[in-house]
């Protein structure tokens, strides 16, 4: 019996070491990126904010009050994506469609907003990309992840640049959009 054991107990452990241990093929697919490519994606996001067209609103007030605190406070955009800066020479290829919502106690210092960028024209019609993150004021650049998409994003993840590039009129602005994204060649 002592025999029957010293002989099955080291064939027991190679065997427990070779199923827990992940063959070179596994390893190498897990860190292989040659299936996705990176896309810039180059946009312009057209908002208006007042009057009766208005494309980005406030729905609900901070129930700190609007003056003292942005905390709590709830909006929506349907923003135009086109090709171009200006509106009534470049191509509308979609919508800039979202919720946001006030998550700092100080007035206008933060903000959670996700997005869908649906597209309606072009290149990528009919495919959707979702990108989230905080907003931490209005100025400079705000960075968000891609987190997901549809059509020929499907399995996208990646990041986007948004900056206010103009203000046309007082009740508009124009906004530059830099999106980077790995695409899977799958996704197709």
């Known amino acids: 019996m002592a025999s029957l054991t010293t002989t099955l107990l080291p064939l027991v452990l190679l065997?427990?070491?070779a199923s827990t241990t992940p063959s070179s093929t596994t390893a190498a697919a897990d860190h292989d990126h040659d299936d996705d490519s990176l896309t810039h994606i180059h946009l312009y996001v057209h908002e208006t904010f007042a009057g009766p067209n208005a494309t980005a609103i406030r729905v609900l007030e901070s129930p700190l009050g609007a003056t003292t605190s942005t905390f709590g406070m709830m909006g929506v955009v349907d923003d135009e994506i086109r090709a171009g800066p200006d509106r009534s020479s470049s191509a509308l290829l979609g919508r800039y469609q979202g919720v946001f919502f006030g998550t700092s106690l100080?007035?206008?210092?933060?903000?959670?907003?996700?997005?869908?960028?649906?597209?309606?024209?072009?290149?990528?019609?009919?495919?959707?990309?979702?990108v989230e993150g905080p907003i931490l004021g209005f100025t400079g650049t705000i960075e968000r992840a891609v987190v997901g998409g549809t059509g020929r994003f499907r399995l996208a993840r990646g990041y986007m640049l948004f900056a206010n590039i103009s203000k046309p009129t007082p009740e508009t602005n124009v906004n530059e959009v830099q999106l980077f994204v790995l695409?899977?060649?799958h996704a197709n």
Do not use: D, I
Not at 106 to 130: M, P, R
């Open 183 to 185: 695409m899977s060649r």
């Open 15 to 17: 065997f427990l070491l």
């Open 106 to 130: 100080e007035l206008g210092k933060g903000f959670f907003s996700a997005v869908t960028l649906v597209f309606t024209a072009g290149e990528y019609a009919g495919s959707t990309v979702s």
